[in-house]
């Protein structure tokens, strides 16, 4: 009689285990079955000014305009060798190439002073699925007697390295002729990614 009731008493305390691990491959059935995919549980990417940028540089070279995601050495001396020949514009820090890129632009060159560039946020579009990266150029109105002295305005900014698609939008800022000095003080890069499905590709 003891023995039966043993017996009786296993069968019970593995019943809830049978039942838990039919469940278990019962659910990977229907997930296999119909190919469902888990969303990514990845970082998301984070954003860092170098040193020295944005800048402004001189020169008679006729360069068009850069929006461009740079990812090596090879790449980022190119880039920085096109808008300045001399040498002068260098990168500060040394850059982990496997675990960042660098975002580059610049404006064309522009005949007058006065005119700059700014990287100022960093946006994730998850519906559209990508990573925008917003910037502003600042120029003075067409009347504005700016002084002549041919330049290109530059902005670098680091990214942590992402699968992701990387887009630019670019907003247009025309200042008045006696506000050309007041733009610098409140343009500090937001360092954080956000979530936001309103942001368009600049062209």
Known sequence: MKKNKQEAFLRVSLLPLLVLVALILGAGYFLLKDEIKLP??????????????????????????????????????????????????????NIDFEKNVVIAISTETNQEIGHKV????????????????????????DECNMEIDPNVAVDLVMLSKTDTRIDFEKITKVIECDDKEKESENE???ESTESDARAESAE
Do not use: C, H, M
Request: cysteine-free; hydrophobic content about 30%.
């Open 118 to 141: 700014k990287v100022k946020k960093v946006y994730e579009d998850v519906d559209k699925d990508k990573i925008l990266v917003e910037f502003e150029e600042v120029d003075p109105k």
């Open 188 to 190: 500090d890069t937001d």
């Open 40 to 93: 990514s549980l990845g970082k998301k990417p984070t954003i860092q000014r170098l040193e020295g940028f944005p800048t402004v540089i001189y020169t008679d070279k006729q360069i068009e305009k850069t929006r461009k995601v740079i990812t090596n050495e090879q790449e980022l001396a190119e880039f920085l060798n096109l808008i300045d020949e001399t040498g002068i514009l260098t990168v500060k820090e």
